[in-house]
């Protein structure tokens, strides 16, 4: 991990402990891919408090008093976005075990306890993933339910209550005051973290009262309406990084999208410049507590395989493409030679491999019916075709009694997923 700034050694090191290096444990270093332990290291640095820099000014306050609180206890936190599947959950649970253990400023650890606020489908897997990860024993968890409460945990003493608690949104909400009282909670991490869209909800305003210092927000969709939702997230987990209020955020950043309201309205150049301008700060203040990453991270690491995408009717016909030893039938079609002069562009003189076939078709479903008549097609033209040159082979084919259309119920069930 990256070694603190000047500015932060000064501010978060006033016994002048020694610097230490902080190092993330082989068990994970070995097994995450790049892109995860990059994500890591953001994480860190942005609980620490080393990328504020890059955040504008973000103490407002009314009083000397609130001004003095703001700066002897700022928060830190971040918002990790990326998309879903690229492993957001165990970037979170090395960072957790990293900071439980380890720290800059002589070795101490960053954090004695964490609270994970998640949905309530979702407490099991925190718990499953973290005894994968760790195991139970090097850091045990506990779980908020309706047999264990946050009174019960609160009756433990320090060194024996686990140092991570799972709860969900329903259950911190009811219990939010005794959250308020745990000691030593210095971080909160909150899953599906765009619940927190809306600020004036009880959920948001109760999460902002817990004193932990570290914030960090998990979401795979951090904006689904509009950029007001952006600053309810920012708020949570750096306050004051996106303008002090909403009104605030609204007249700074939002003022030249009101005029291009409608998506046939034209900017002048004078506005389309001013768009482009506030868009790079916009973007150049994320920076310091936002990331995403897409899917495509992931392209260079799978192996290179060639794909060829043709439609049943075009690609059906004429092609020689014994190179290929996969075929995949997305759509069945009524006439059951078309599927088969698709097979027949793979299938022919000249593969050396075997071929798999593989056809989607959905139980119950109108592909369903549609085999079984292609079936039905198939029997009756090898009855008629092959069977009366061949008698050995006439015994082996099943006898279908095809109709020649379907009546209505037949297609309601077709149409109809049981």
Not at 33 to 48: A, K, N, S, W
Not at 354 to 376: C, N, S
């Amino acid at each position: 991990m990256p070694r603190p700034p000047i500015d932060c050694i000064w501010a978060q090191n006033p016994e002048g402990l020694t610097i230490n290096d902080v190092v993330l444990e082989s068990h994970f270093a070995k097994r995450l891919r790049p892109h995860q332990r990059e994500g890591i290291t953001f994480l860190y640095e942005c609980v620490m408090g080393f990328r504020s820099h890059r955040l504008p000014e973000r103490i407002s306050c009314s009083s000397a008093c609130d001004f003095d609180l703001a700066v002897s206890n700022p928060v830190y936190g971040c918002i990790l976005a990326d998309e879903m599947g690229l492993g957001k959950t165990v970037q979170v649970i090395a960072l957790l075990w990293l900071l439980l253990t380890q720290g800059p400023y002589g070795g101490r650890p960053i954090i004695r306890r964490c609270l994970i606020v998640t949905p309530g489908s979702l407490m099991q897997n925190w718990a499953s993933e973290i005894s994968k990860w760790l195991g139970r024993e090097r850091l045990p968890v506990f779980c908020v339910n309706q047999g264990s409460s946050v009174k019960n945990y609160l009756a433990r003493n320090n060194i024996s209550a686990p140092p991570v608690i799972i709860m969900s949104y329903e259950m911190f909400l009811q219990n939010s005051h005794d959250v308020c009282n745990i000691p030593y909670l210095d971080m909160v991490i909150c899953d599906e973290g765009h619940r927190l869209k809306n600020a004036t909800i009880h959920t948001s305003m109760a999460l902002r009262q817990i004193p932990a210092r570290r914030r960090i927000l998990l979401t795979g969709t951090p904006v689904q309406n509009d950029l007001n939702e952006l600053w309810s997230l920012a708020d949570f987990c750096t306050p004051g990084s996106l303008g002090s209020s909403l009104r605030a955020f609204r007249d700074e950043w939002l003022v030249s999208s009101s005029k291009n309201k409608y998506p046939t309205t034209e900017l002048s150049d004078c506005e389309s410049k001013c768009c482009q301008r506030s868009r790079r700060k916009l973007s150049r203040i994320l920076e310091g507590f936002f990331l995403r990453r897409t899917t495509e991270v992931l392209h260079s690491d799978l192996m290179s395989k060639r794909i060829l995408l043709l439609s049943s009717q075009a690609g059906g016909m004429g092609l020689n493409l014994t190179g290929a030893d996969h075929l995949i039938l997305y759509d069945v079609d009524w006439n059951p030679a078309n599927d088969l002069q698709a097979l027949a562009r793979i299938w022919r003189p000249g593969q050396l491999r075997p071929v798999r076939l593989y056809r989607l078709i959905t139980a119950d479903g109108l592909e369903e019916r549609m085999f079984q008549r292609q079936a039905a097609k198939m029997a009756l033209s090898f009855n008629a075709i092959v069977s009366p040159f061949n008698n050995d082979c006439g015994s082996c084919v099943p006898s279908f009694k095809p109709s020649g259309t379907l009546t209505k119920e037949e297609l309601r069930v077709g149409l109809s997923v049981s």
